[in-house]
């Protein structure tokens, strides 16, 4: 089968570190799927098909030092909300801390106003992870940047965006919300090595939607039908319906 080839690119002194770089996210299969157990008898999400291709389609970025996170949190008498980047001696020597607390690297919450996104990040800035990595499509290819899928992080995630990397030349930075919502005062470290966007590329196409019915009839043949296959219908799945794709 013919192989697409995605790039990345950054400064060879980060590749050389050969540690946290991009990879494909079947190798980066969360600890609650492996070990679900799955069998004729015990019957699990892990026998569906679909939610491992989510798990498997496409490639990861993990963060490469631990980041502090503080939101509403009493410092000296003031309530601070910030990131601070806590950056390992191998990337400093090399001036590559690429998590900031720069007033230039974040959004103020008027640029989203009405969002969810305000809704879900309560009073705390749109801050943003700085990415080393410039990512390369063929023609015609972009990319869906989405927080792990079934294994996003739940104290923050990155705002989903589509890039057409086929022409965009420029690392791709990833503005991050924090989940207001569960944790309305936040004092973290997310750890090096945290998965925190999952990166699909597809090809571009132009579409045009079509409605169609069916008569009674045929509707009831599609339900019986459905139902008679009904306890086999993972497998059948697996085996009638579904095309593999790999990342490599």
Not at 136 to 151: A, D, E, M, Q, R
Not at 215 to 234: A, G, M, P, Q, Y
Request: hydrophobic fraction near 35%; glycine fraction near 4%; charge should be positive.
């Amino acid at each position: 089968m013919l192989q697409n080839i995605i790039e990345f690119k950054a400064n060879h002194q980060y590749v050389d570190l050969k540690e946290d770089l991009p990879k494909p996210i079947k190798l980066n299969i969360p600890e609650w799927y492996k070990k679900l157990q799955h069998s004729a008898t015990k019957l699990t999400i892990k026998g569906c098909v679909p939610v491992m291709d989510s798990l498997t389609t496409g490639y990861v970025l993990s963060l490469p030092q631990d980041i502090m996170l503080k939101n509403n949190v009493l410092e000296d008498n003031k309530i601070i909300s910030r990131m601070i980047p806590s950056v390992q001696d191998t990337l400093k020597t090399i001036d590559l801390n690429i998590n900031v607390e720069d007033v230039d690297q974040t959004h103020h919450r008027g640029q989203v106003e009405g969002s969810p996104i305000n809704k879900k990040n309560l009073q705390f800035p749109i801050q943003k992870l700085l990415n080393p990595w410039t990512i390369k499509t063929p023609p015609g290819y972009s990319c869906l940047f989405v927080p792990p899928l079934n294994n996003e992080d739940d104290r923050f995630s990155i705002i989903p965006a589509i890039v057409n990397t086929d022409t965009f030349s420029l690392p791709i930075n990833f503005p991050f919300i924090m989940n207001g919502d569960k944790y309305p005062v936040l004092d973290t470290t997310l750890k090096r090595g945290t998965p925190y966007v999952q990166i699909i590329p597809f090809k571009r196409d132009n579409w045009k939607m079509k409605i169609t019915g069916t008569k009674r009839t045929e509707s009831n043949k599609h339900e019986v039908t459905f139902l008679k296959h009904s306890l086999d219908i993972l497998h059948r799945y697996r085996t009638k319906w579904w095309n593999k794709s790999s990342f490599f």
